[in-house]
């Protein structure tokens, strides 16, 4: 098994390496694919039964060094690819919703780290933390929106605040999925 988490552990860190570093496109999309594979599979030996590795092995130092960044980098292109896969009826709102939530992939990012570092430190109330300021400070903009959004002619593109939340939720679930597989992990 530990093999198995070795091998895991080495394919969720360059899958996210590469999916920061690559441009978008298909090698892109191959390395968020490798990414949430290799932590799928962490994930899923953290839930074994007895699957835990010995605190003695060089290993175990080593998963928190990869997934935090896998947890807090890891989660933008896992969001964007889900985003993408939202916004398939409708393109023009990618760019509607990207030009009303400026900043959103760096708010990401410190939303993911706050997720993980709360939950590492066994403090889940800290979710309700980051998740309140979050909207909190998005509550003008999705507000604004959602006045122009009403007074447009029917038809007309729209979707900034379901975005927003489709975004929110999958980063969330990310990092959170990061921090259960790290505590899995390393008991």
Same mark, same amino acid.
């Given at each position: ?25 298909? #090698? ?142 999958? #980063? ?16």
């Amino acid at each position: 098994m530990t093999v198995l988490v070795a091998i895991a552990t080495v394919v969720a860190a360059t899958g996210c390496a590469a999916a920061w570093l690559l441009p978008a496109g298909p #090698s892109r999309d191959l390395s968020t694919l490798a990414m949430v594979v290799g932590t799928a599979v962490l994930g899923l030996a953290a839930a074994v039964p007895g699957a835990v590795p010995d605190p003695q092995e060089a290993l175990v130092w080593l998963l928190p060094i990869v997934l935090a960044p896998v947890a807090v980098l890891g989660g933008g292109p896992v969001t964007g690819a889900v985003l993408h896969l939202a916004d398939r009826e409708d393109s023009g709102q990618v760019e509607q919703a990207a030009a009303v939530l400026r900043g959103g992939a760096w708010i990401g990012v410190f939303e993911r780290a706050g997720v993980f570092a709360a939950l590492i430190a066994g403090w889940p109330e800290g979710l309700a933390v980051v998740l309140g300021l979050k909207g909190l400070g998005r509550y003008s903009e999705l507000k604004a929106e959602g006045v122009r959004s009403e007074a447009a002619p029917a038809g007309a593109v729209g979707g900034v605040a379901e975005r927003f939340i489709i975004g929110t939720f999958c #980063s969330v679930l990310w990092a959170a999925g990061c921090a259960g597989t790290l505590a899995g992990l390393t008991g």
